[in-house]
């Protein structure tokens, strides 16, 4: 995890074991948000009826980190256990091959992200659109950031446990993960750490979905 050609809090670059977990292949669609709000009764993200984010196909956004909480809650009630992943989870996920590209998809920004990764763009993109990355994901370190479990803290890394790192036990802002549609850059290097207060509701800020499999009880 981390590195050290970026900001101070990916810093020092540090190796870590993460128990086994399944990642969602795509962010949470507006399409299934929707349904989680007519079941559930649940308050609309922000800029809900704004025609840019409306597509059922696109990531929904405009969500605070509680709100994926709760998103999480309301899915594991139907059956499956999900919930958001830690940071050391997504950064694993992300990285392909041996482990050490700067992005997803390689060292190379992929000629398929638009622009060439020069944002901002009018809103963001559909969840399927363009390639997997090898571990056949789709957009993960781009388009939005993804929020993860944990808090945020610039000195973690500095005392990161080596199996299973959760973050600190409190803070003031969550992590995320992830690029950004409406940033000067669309697509995120692996290593590279953002956060938020987990109330603020953002319209490039979505989630994707974890599940543990070597600890079907944690949650």
């Known amino acids: 995890?981390?590195?050290?050609?970026?900001?101070?809090?990916?810093?020092?670059?540090?190796?870590?074991?993460?128990?086994?977990?399944?990642?969602?292949?795509?962010?949470?669609?507006?399409?299934?948000?929707?349904?989680?709000?007519?079941?559930?009764?649940?308050?609309?993200?922000?800029?809900?009826?704004?025609?840019?984010?409306?597509?059922?196909?696109l990531p929904v956004v405009g969500v605070s980190w509680h709100d994926a909480y709760v998103y999480c809650v309301w899915r594991s009630s139907l059956g499956d256990l999900v919930r958001l992943p830690t940071e050391a989870e997504w950064e694993r996920a992300a990285r392909s091959g041996d482990g050490t590209s700067q992005y997803p998809w390689g060292d190379e920004i992929p000629a398929w992200i638009p622009n060439r990764g020069i944002g901002a763009l009018e809103s963001p993109w559909p969840v399927a659109f363009g390639d997997p990355t090898p571990l056949g994901l789709y957009g993960i370190g781009a388009n939005i950031h993804e929020w993860c479990a944990d808090w945020h803290s610039k000195a973690?890394?500095?005392?990161?446990?080596?199996?299973?790192?959760?973050?600190?036990?409190?803070?003031?802002?969550?992590?995320s993960r992830g690029g950004s549609w409406r940033h000067a850059r669309t697509l995120s290097r692996n290593a590279a750490r953002s956060k938020l207060d987990p109330a603020f509701r953002y319209t490039d800020y979505g989630f994707r979905l974890a599940r543990s499999l070597a600890d079907p009880t944690r949650s």
Do not use: C
């Open 156 to 175: 973690y890394y500095q005392k990161s446990p080596s199996r299973n790192p959760v973050g600190p036990t409190h803070g003031v802002r969550r992590a």
């Open 1 to 57: 995890m981390g590195s050290e050609e970026g900001q101070d809090d990916e810093s020092p670059v540090h190796r870590v074991w993460v128990d086994t977990f399944e990642l969602a292949i795509y962010p949470v669609t507006r399409g299934e948000y929707a349904n989680f709000r007519h079941e559930t009764n649940y308050e609309s993200p922000r800029e809900w009826d704004n025609p840019r984010f409306a597509d059922p196909l």
